[in-house]
C-alpha cells in the first residue's frame, strides 16, 4: 500500500513541474527521459524548453556537459549524470543538482548521450541566454556563434540587453552586428526594419544576404483575378520568357484549374487497359506501333467516355487566357521588401566585383602552382632543351622528403625549414646522377632521352610505391599557415597558397640572380648557345651541365615540398603535373623564365576562366584549357615570348 | 622401345590427372579477384587480406563440407579489363566455387558477363550505385537506399539542412547516386535552385574555387549541407581547403560515403572533425563480435591497421556462402544460391543481416562522426533497411523489382508484370 | 629489271609464315576448335596481343620510319574501340529490348524501342538521352566505317594544324600527349555522352551469336591475325617503294628532304593518319576481346609504353615492333599475373607484382642506352650486319655523312 502511494506520488512529482522545480534539475530530465536518451532533432524540443523554463542555474552547467557529449545515463534507473573516465572503461558520475560525486560504474551500466550536432546547435541557442552575459569570453563567443547558425526572433531582446555591459569591444562589435541583422528579420517595428537594412546594405557578409534574401523569396500563384491582400512582387505573362507556355499550365494543373495533358505514356497505360477482343477503340492491337494510330485510337476511346479526353493547344490557350499569373512575396510588408530588394541589387553588384576578384586571386595562386611545378623544367627543358619526363618524379621526392623529414621532427614550422633544402640536396643529387649517368649520352638524340627519361619515371613511381605504399600520406602545414586571409566574405585566400605565391616569386629571383649575376649563369648560358664555342673559352660544359641540370631538378624538389602542403602526398603525385608543366614551358615559350611565367599566368587565369563559365564540372575546364594550347601552339608554335635571332637557335 | 615410352607416357598423364583429381577432391578452392598493384591496390589488398584471414579461421574450425578451403589470389592491377581475363582464368583454370572481390563499379561491369556466361558466383563486399541485380552476384555492401538515403534523411531531419552540395569524382557511382538523391530531394520538397552539383577529376587538388561557391551557397540564409562521394586522395585537398576557410562541421556539415577507417588512417584528422560519413560498420562499433574481429585483424596484419565496411561485407558474404554450403550439401552455384535466400548472419555491429531474395542485404545504417584519432563516434543507428537493387525515387527503376528466389528475374517490370531481362545488360 | 616486293623483302614471307603457323597452333591447341591445351582467357590473351602488334607496326611506320615520336597513337586506338563498342551495345540492347517490349499487350512504337535502349545503356550514369554522337550506332556498316573515318579525320585535323606550322622533334611529342589527354578527359566525363569513367562494358558478347566464348575468342584470333598480317604486308610495301625512301629522309633530315623539293608535310600527314587508321582498325579489334573500354585506356601512358615496345622490340624494322610488343606485353602479363616466382633475399622479398614497374623501366633506360637497335638488333648479330659505333649520336651530315645503308654494312 505504501509503495503504491509512493509511485503515485512520483507520477505527480513527473506531472507537476512546479514541484520538480523545487526538487531540482533530475525530475524534469526524466519527465522527458525518452526523448533525452533518443538526443533527435525532430523530438527533442520539449525537453530544451522544459529545462530553460525552469530557471534553474545547474541547467546551464547540464547543458554544456551534453553538448560536449559527457552526459551519461545509468541504465539500472534511468537517471542521467555528467560523467568523467577515470581509467579503462570504468567512468565517474557526478549529480547536476548536487555536484555530488555518486560514484564510479563500469561503461556497461551506462549509456553515454551523443547529441549530433543539429541537438547541439539548439543547446546551443537554448544556451545562449545564459552565456550572453557569461564570466568567460569563449562562453560569450560561443553565444554569438549560436546566434549567427540558427537566428531566431527570441534571442533579439536577450542580445539587445547585453550589449550595454559588453566589455570586450571586439565582441561589441559582434554583438552589434548581430543586433542590426536579427532586427532585419525579426524586429516588429517596420520603420526599424528598413532602417537596418538600410544600414547593413553596404556590408558584404553571406550573413547579410542570409538575412535579406528570405525576405524577397517569392512564391509563384495563379488565380483568376489578382489578389488585393498579397504583397505581389511581380505579375507573370504566360509565353515570356521568365513563364514559358508549358510552365504555366503545369502550374494551373499543379492548382487544379485545368486537366492535366496527356502524355504517350498514359496513352499506352489507357490503351492496354482497354483491349476488347484484340482491338482498341476499333484498331487492331498489332496496328499501335506508332503514335498516330495510338492517337486515333484513344480519341475513339474519348468519344466513348472510357478515358479522359485529349488536352488541345486551344484548350491550353483557353485555360491560360482566364487565369493571372503572379508572384508574391512571403514577407507581408511592401516598404520592407523593397528595402530588401534595393539593398540586396547594391550588395550583389558589389558581390559580383568581389567574386571577380576572387577569382583573379584564385587564378593567380594556380598559375604560381603551375609556374612552381614547371620553374625546374624551365630550366632543364627551356634552357637545356633536354626532355625530362622524370621531373614530375622528382616534385614527387621532394614532397616525399618532406614527409619523410616530419616524421624526425615533430615541429612543422621546423621540419618545414629542414625540408626544404633537404629536398633540394635530394634531387639536386639525384638529377646530378641521372645527368652523368643517363642524358649525357643523349644530347644528340633529344626523342630518346624522352623514353629514357620516361623509363626512369616509372621505375621512381614503383620504387616510392614499394616504399610509402599507396596510400596518401600527410605533410602538414605549420600552424601558422592553416586558415586564410580573409578580406571579407567574398574574397579569401587561404596562408599556404600565399605561401606557394610566394615561393614562386622568391624562385623567379633566384633564377634571374643566377643566369644573370653569377659566374654560373654565364656559363649556362654560353654552354647552351654554343657548347663547342664555350668549351674553347675555358669552360667545362659538361661541368655546367651537370650543375644546370642539378639546379632544375633541385629547384623541382622544393616545388614537390610546397605542393604536398597544399595538396596531398602520393606516388603519382608527379605524374598530376607532368603534362601541365611541360605545356606551361611550351606555351611560354622554350628558353626564357618570363615565357614560363607568362605560360603559367596564361594557363592559370584560362583554367579558372573556364571553370567559372562551367562552375559544376570541372573536368571540361581541364579538357578545354588542354584543346585551346593545342589550337594556341598552332598559331604561335614558339610560345607566347619566342626568342629571336641566333638564341632561337634550332 | 616404343611401347616402353607409351607406358611411361601413358602413366605421366595418369599420374597428373590423378593429382588434378585429388587435389580438386581435397579442397574447395576460393576465388580471391581484388587488385593487388595500381591505383586501387591501396583498398583492395585489405580486402584480400581480409579473406586470407577469413579463410584460414574457417579451416582452422575444419573447413566446409569436410574439405579445406583454399584460397586463390590472382592480382587484375586495377586494370578494368583485366578483371574479365582473371574472372574467367578463376573459373576456368582454377575452377574456383566462388569468388569474392572487386571494388570499383566498373570492374564489376567487367566482370559480370563473364561470371554469367559461365554461371559463377561473386560476392561484391563494396557500397554502390544499384541499378543492377544479377543472378550469379551477391551484393553485400550498401545499396544507395542503405547509405546515401540515410544519411540524406539524416541530413534534413537531424541537421536541418535545406541547401545540398552534391560534390563527386567524376565517375559512375557519384553520377548515379547523386542522380537519385537529386530526384529523391526534389520529392522531398527541395527546389532546383538548392541542389548544387559539381563532379571533380580523380586526384582533384584544386579546391578553393568550389569551397567557395559552397561557401556562397549559405548566401540565401538555408542552411547548408554537403553530400560527398569524392573518392580517395581527392577527399585531402578538399577538406583542407574546407578547414583553411573556417568552415566547421557546425557551419557546414560534410557526410561523406566513400571515406573509412581505412582511408582517414593516412591523414591528419585534426581538419576533419565533426564531419560525417555513413556505413553499415564502423571499427568502433561497441559490441563483442567486433571487438574479436579487431583483436583477429590486428594481431594478424599489425597494430597499425584498421578495420572497415567492406571488410565485414565480406566477413558476413563469406559465413553466409560458408552456412549456405552447409545447408545445401554441396558448392555447386545453383544448389549454393537457392540456400542463400533468408541466410542469416550476426553483424559485427549487432543484430542480425539477411540476405534476401534480391541478393541484397538487410542491415541497419550507421552514421558516424569523425574524431581526432581518425576512428568514428557513431551517432546514429537505423532500423535494419532492406537493401534495394532498383531505386524507388527514378521513374525509370521505380517499376522494376529484383527477386531471383520466386519470380526468378533480376529486372521485373511490376508494370507490365514481365521479366525485361535475366541476363545483364552490364 | 625489277624485282617483286616479296624477293625484295623475304623478311615479309617469314613473318606470315610465323604468323599462319601461329594461329593454327593456337587454334589446333585450343578449347573452341582443338584439344583443349590452351585456356580460352590466354586464347584472348594472344589475340590481343596480336592487335598491340598490329598498333606496334602503326608506331614503327610514324616512329621508326618517318621520325615522328607520337605519343598519341592509342588515343586512336581507343576510338576505333569505341566506335565498334558504340554498335555492339547499341545492338546487344536492342535485341533485349524488342524481346521484352513484345511482351506487353500492345506492340511499341520505333521511339518507344529507341527510349528503352537509351534508358538501358546510360541508366547507369544516371540518364536516358541518346547523345549526338550515337547518331549511326543503329548501323553496323556505318559503324565500322566510322572506325576508320573518326580516328582518320582527327589525325588529318590534328596533323594538318602540327605540321602545318613545322611542329617537330619533342614539341610534336608534347602536343600529341596532350592531345591523347584532352581525349581522355574529355572521355572521362559523363557529358560526352560515352558513358564516363564507366565506358562501354561487356563487348565480347556479340549480338545475336551464340557460340560460347570458347569459340568467339577463336574468331577474334583469325581476324587479328588476319589483320596483323595484311597491315604487316601494307606497312611493308610502303616502306620498301620510293615513298619509304623518302620518310626516311625525312626522318634522318628533313630540312634536306624539303629542299630537294618534296612536300614534307603532305608525306607527314599521310603516314600520320595511315598509322592513326591502322591503329583504330587494332582498337577495334581489341576491345570485343577485351571485353570493356573506357578513358583509361587512353591515358597518355598507354601511348608512352607503346613507343617503349617498339623501342625495345627495335625501331626501323617492322618485325622489331612485332617482337617488341609481343615480348613486352606477354612479358608484362606473366609478371603481374603473379606467376613469376618471388625472390628471397634474407632482408626483402622481391614480388614480381611490386618490382615488375622498376624492371621495366631500368631496362628501358639500359637499352635506350646500350642498345639502341632493341631486340632487332640480335637478328643483325645473327646475320652478321655490324653497326658503326656512333657514341649514340645520329646518322647525317654532321656525323661522318654516313647513309644508314652504309653504316649497317
Known amino acids: ?650 | 622401345m616404343k611401347p616402353l615410352k607409351s607406358t611411361l607416357a601413358g602413366s605421366v598423364v595418369f599420374a597428373a590427372i590423378a593429382t588434378a583429381a585429388l587435389s580438386a577432391e581435397d579442397t574447395i578452392k576460393v576465388g580471391v579477384l581484388h587488385s593487388l598493384s595500381g591505383t586501387m591496390a591501396i583498398s583492395e589488398t585489405t580486402l584480400k587480406d581480409t579473406m586470407l584471414m577469413l579463410i584460414d579461421q574457417q579451416n582452422a574450425k575444419g573447413g566446409l563440407l569436410g574439405k579445406q578451403l583454399e584460397a586463390v589470389v590472382v592480382d587484375p592491377a586495377s586494370d578494368w579489363p583485366l578483371f574479365a581475363e582473371k574472372a574467367r582464368e578463376l573459373l576456368t583454370v582454377h575452377e574456383v566455387d566462388v569468388i569474392f572481390g572487386n571494388w570499383t563499379s566498373v570492374s564489376r561491369k567487367s566482370v559480370l558477363p563473364v561470371i554469367e556466361e559461365l554461371n559463377g558466383l561473386l560476392f561484391y563486399p563494396v557500397q554502390y550505385e544499384g541499378e543492377e541485380s544479377s543472378k550469379n552476384v551477391f551484393y553485400t555492401g550498401a545499396a544507395p537506399n542503405q547509405q546515401a538515403i540515410p544519411a540524406t534523411d539524416y541530413f534534413l531531419d537531424e541537421l536541418g539542412v535545406e541547401k545540398f552540395a552534391l560534390l563527386g569524382t567524376d565517375y559512375v557511382y557519384p553520377r548515379t547516386t547523386n542522380n537519385i538523391l537529386e530526384s529523391y530531394l526534389k520529392q522531398k520538397g527541395i527546389a532546383d535552385d538548392d541542389i548544387f552539383v559539381n563532379y571533380t577529376p580523380f586526384g582533384h587538388s584544386d579546391w578553393s574555387k568550389i569551397v567557395a561557391d559552397v561557401v556562397a551557397l549559405g548566401a540565401d540564409g538555408k542552411k547548408v549541407g554537403v553530400i560527398s562521394t569524392i573518392n580517395g586522395d581527392a577527399n585531402i585537398g578538399f577538406y583542407k581547403e574546407l578547414a583553411a576557410s573556417g568552415v566547421s562541421a557546425d557551419d557546414i556539415p560534410v557526410v561523406a560515403f566513400s571515406v573509412g577507417e581505412e582511408e582517414l588512417s593516412g591523414l591528419d584528422t585534426a581538419n576533419l572533425v565533426g564531419h560525417l560519413a555513413a556505413w553499415n560498420y564502423f571499427q568502433s562499433a561497441d559490441t563483442d563480435e567486433n571487438a574479436e574481429f579487431v583483436d583477429t585483424w590486428k594481431a594478424t596484419m599489425g597494430d597499425g591497421r584498421v578495420t572497415n565496411d567492406p571488410m565485414e561485407a565480406h566477413y558476413i558474404g563469406f559465413n553466409m556462402w560458408v552456412n549456405a554450403a552447409t545447408t545445401a550439401g554441396s558448392t555447386e552455384v545453383d544448389a549454393v544460391r537457392a540456400a542463400m535466400y533468408g541466410q542469416e548472419f550476426p553483424n559485427l555491429t549487432g543484430g542480425t543481416a539477411v540476405m534476401l531474395p534480391n541478393h541484397h542485404l538487410a542491415k541497419p545504417v550507421l552514421i558516424g562522426e569523425i574524431q581526432e584519432d581518425g576512428q568514428f563516434d557513431i551517432i546514429s543507428e537505423t532500423d535494419v533497411v532492406p537493401g534495394d537493387a532498383w531505386t524507388d525515387y527514378l521513374p525509370e527503376s521505380a517499376v522494376l523489382k529484383s527477386d531471383w528466389k520466386d519470380l526468378g528475374c533480376g529486372m521485373y517490370n511490376t508494370e507490365t508484370k514481365t521479366c525485361v531481362q535475366t541476363l545483364s545488360n552490364y | 629489271m625489277e624485282r617483286s616486293f616479296v624477293a625484295k623483302n623475304p623478311s615479309v614471307l617469314v613473318f606470315l609464315a610465323i604468323l599462319s603457323l601461329f594461329t593454327l597452333g593456337v587454334t589446333i591447341l585450343s578449347e573452341g576448335f582443338g584439344i583443349g591445351v590452351i585456356s580460352t582467357s590466354f586464347v584472348k590473351t594472344l589475340g590481343k596481343t596480336l592487335c598491340l602488334c598490329l598498333i606496334a607496326v602503326a608506331m614503327d611506320l610514324v616512329w621508326g620510319f618517318t621520325g615522328i615520336l607520337s605519343l598519341g597513337h592509342f588515343a586512336f586506338f581507343g576510338l576505333g574501340g569505341y566506335m565498334i563498342g558504340m554498335w555492339l551495345m547499341y545492338e546487344r540492347t536492342r535485341l533485349i529490348v524488342v524481346e521484352s517490349l513484345s511482351q506487353a499487350d500492345i506492340p511499341p512504337t520505333p521511339s518507344e524501342v529507341v527510349d528503352a535502349i537509351g534508358t538501358q545503356i546510360f541508366g547507369v550514369v544516371g540518364s536516358s538521352e541518346f547523345p549526338l554522337i550515337w547518331a549511326f550506332s543503329h548501323s553496323l556498316v556505318l559503324q565500322l566505317a566510322l572506325i576508320v573515318l573518326v580516328p582518320g579525320l582527327l589525325a588529318l585535323i590534328f596533323g594538318w594544324l602540327a605540321f602545318r606550322s613545322r611542329v617537330t622533334g619533342v614539341y610534336l611529342s608534347i602536343l600529341t600527349q596532350a592531345m591523347t589527354l584532352a581525349l581522355a578527359l574529355y572521355l572521362f566525363q559523363n557529358d560526352s555522352g560515352l558513358r564516363g569513367n564507366n565506358g562501354l562494358s561487356g563487348l565480347q558478347n556479340l549480338p545475336g551469336v551464340t557460340a560460347s566464348q570458347d569459340v568467339v575468342s577463336i574468331w577474334f584470333l583469325w581476324a587479328s591475325a588476319l589483320a596483323l598480317g595484311l597491315g604487316y604486308m601494307l606497312a611493308a610495301w610502303i616502306v620498301s617503294g620510293k615513298f619509304g625512301s623518302v620518310i626516311r629522309g625525312i626522318r634522318d633530315n628533313e630540312a634536306r628532304v624539303r629542299f630537294l623539293g618534296y612536300s614534307v608535310e603532305v608525306y607527314k600527314l599521310t603516314v600520320f593518319t595511315l598509322t592513326a587508321c591502322i591503329a583504330a582498325i587494332a582498337g577495334a579489334l581489341y576491345y570485343p576481346q577485351a571485353g570493356i573500354i573506357n578513358p583509361e585506356e587512353m591515358a597518355p601512358i598507354a601511348s608512352i609504353y607503346l613507343a617503349v615496345w617498339v623501342a625495345i622490340g627495335g625501331r626501323g624494322r617492322l618485325y622489331g615492333a612485332v617482337i617488341g610488343a609481343a615480348f613486352v606485353s606477354l612479358l608484362s602479363t606473366w609478371f603481374t599475373g603473379g606467376q613469376a616466382p618471388n625472390i628471397p633475399l634474407g632482408f626483402h622479398t622481391i614480388k614480381w607484382v611490386d618490382w615488375w614497374q622498376v624492371l621495366l623501366g631500368v631496362s628501358f633506360v639500359l637499352v635506350t642506352l646500350f642498345a639502341p637497335q632493341g631486340i632487332g638488333g640480335l637478328f643483325d648479330l645473327w646475320s652478321d650486319r655490324r653497326h658503326p659505333d656512333r657514341h649514340c649520336a645520329n646518322l647525317g651530315p654532321d656525323d661522318g655523312a654516313l647513309r644508314e645503308k652504309e653504316a649497317i654494312e
Not at chain 1, 537566428?151 to 547585453?162: D, I, K, Q, T, V
Request: charged content about 20%; aromatic content about 8%; proline content about 4%.
Open chain 1, 1 to 650: 500500500m505504501f509503495r503504491l502511494f509512493l509511485a503515485s506520488l512520483a507520477i505527480l512529482f513527473a506531472c507537476l513541474p512546479a514541484n520538480a522545480q523545487e526538487a531540482g534539475l533530475e525530475p524534469i530530465l526524466q519527465s522527458h527521459q525518452e526523448i533525452i536518451a533518443k538526443s533527435s532533432r525532430k523530438t527533442i524540443k520539449p525537453a530544451i524548453d522544459a529545462i530553460t523554463a525552469s530557471g534553474l542555474p545547474q541547467a546551464q552547467v547540464m547543458l554544456e556537459t551534453w553538448a560536449a557529449k559527457d552526459m551519461w545515463m545509468r541504465k539500472s534507473d534511468g537517471l542521467f549524470f555528467a560523467g568523467k573516465r577515470v581509467e579503462g572503461r570504468s567512468y565517474e558520475l557526478t549529480d547536476f543538482d548536487t555536484g555530488e560525486v555518486i560514484g564510479t560504474y563500469e561503461k556497461s551500466d551506462l549509456k553515454q548521450l551523443k547529441p549530433n550536432s543539429g541537438v547541439r546547435a539548439m543547446i546551443g541557442t537554448a544556451l545562449v541566454q545564459y552565456q550572453l552575459t557569461d564570466q568567460d569570453r569563449k562562453r560569450r563567443l560561443a553565444a554569438l556563434q549560436s546566434i549567427q547558425r540558427d537566428p531566431e526572433g527570441a534571442l533579439l531582446e536577450p542580445l539587445r540587453a547585453s550589449i550595454e555591459d559588453e566589455t570586450d569591444a571586439d565582441l561589441k562589435a559582434q554583438k552589434q552586428r548581430l543586433e542590426r541583422l536579427l532586427t532585419i528579420g525579426y524586429d516588429a517595428d517596420t520603420a526599424a526594419r528598413v532602417a537596418a537594412v538600410e544600414e547593413m546594405s553596404n556590408d558584404l557578409g553571406v550573413d547579410v544576404r542570409a538575412a535579406l534574401n528570405p525576405l524577397v523569396v517569392t512564391t509563384r500563384m495563379v488565380a483568376p483575378n489578382l489578389p488585393t491582400d498579397e504583397n505581389i512582387a511581380i505579375v507573370l505573362e504566360p509565353g515570356s520568357e521568365a513563364l514559358s507556355r508549358d510552365e504555366a499550365y503545369d502550374l494551373l494543373v499543379a492548382s487544379n484549374l485545368a486537366a492535366p495533358r496527356v502524355s504517350q505514356d498514359d496513352i499506352r497505360t489507357a490503351l492496354s487497359a482497354n483491349i476488347d477482343r484484340g482491338r482498341v477503340g476499333g484498331v487492331p492491337v498489332a496496328q499501335l506501333n506508332n503514335e498516330t494510330a495510338r492517337t486515333q485510337a484513344y480519341a475513339a476511346l474519348a468519344e466513348t467516355g472510357a478515358v479522359s479526353a485529349l488536352v488541345t493547344e486551344a484548350d491550353i490557350d483557353d485555360a491560360l487566357g482566364k487565369h493571372v499569373f503572379f508572384e508574391t512575396y512571403r514577407e507581408a510588408s511592401p516598404t520592407v521588401t523593397a528595402a530588401a530588394e534595393k539593398a540586396l541589387d547594391h550588395i550583389e553588384f558589389k558581390v559580383g566585383l568581389n567574386q571577380t576578384l576572387d577569382l583573379l586571386l584564385d587564378a593567380i595562386s594556380l598559375a604560381s602552382i603551375y609556374f612552381l611545378a614547371a620553374i625546374g623544367l624551365a630550366i632543364t627543358f627551356g634552357v637545356m632543351g633536354v626532355i625530362n619526363m622524370a621531373h614530375g618524379e622528382f616534385i614527387m621526392m621532394g614532397a616525399y622528403t618532406g614527409y619523410v623529414v616530419q616524421q624526425f621532427i615533430p615541429d612543422h614550422t621546423l621540419s618545414i625549414i629542414v625540408a626544404i633544402p633537404m629536398a633540394f640536396a635530394v634531387t639536386f643529387a639525384m638529377g646530378v646522377a641521372m645527368e652523368r649517368l643517363v642524358i649525357r649520352w643523349l644530347y644528340a638524340r633529344p626523342l630518346e632521352t624522352l623514353l629514357a627519361t620516361f623509363g626512369i619515371s616509372i621505375a621512381l613511381q614503383q620504387l616510392a610505391k614499394n616504399i610509402f605504399g599507396t596510400q596518401a600520406r600527410p605533410l602538414t602545414a605549420p600552424g601558422w599557415l592553416d586558415g586564410a586571409w580573409v578580406l571579407n566574405d567574398v574574397v579569401s585566400i587561404s596562408y599556404v597558397r600565399i605561401a606557394i605565391f610566394v615561393l614562386a616569386l622568391i624562385f623567379l629571383g633566384l633564377f634571374l640572380y643566377i643566369m644573370k649575376r653569377t659566374r654560373l649563369g654565364l656559363e649556362m648560358r654560353a654552354v647552351t648557345q654554343n657548347p663547342r664555342m664555350a668549351g674553347s673559352m675555358g669552360i667545362n660544359p659538361g661541368r655546367v651541365n651537370m650543375l644546370t641540370f642539378g639546379l632544375g631538378s633541385g629547384i623541382a624538389g622544393i616545388a614537390g615540398v610546397a605542393i604536398g602542403l597544399f595538396a596531398k602526398v602520393t606516388s603519382d603525385l608527379g605524374s598530376d603535373y607532368i603534362v601541365q608543366s611541360f605545356m606551361t614551358v611550351v606555351v611560354g615559350g622554350v628558353g626564357n623564365i618570363w615565357g614560363a611565367l607568362a605560360g603559367a599566368g596564361m594557363i592559370g587565369f584560362l583554367q579558372k576562366g573556364i571553370e567559372w563559365m562551367n562552375p559544376s564540372n570541372t573536368l571540361a575546364a581541364q579538357t578545354y584549357m588542354i584543346v585551346f594550347i593545342i589550337v594556341f601552339i598552332q598559331f604561335r608554335p614558339r610560345g607566347i615570348i619566342a626568342l629571336k635571332g641566333r638564341a632561337a637557335g634550332d
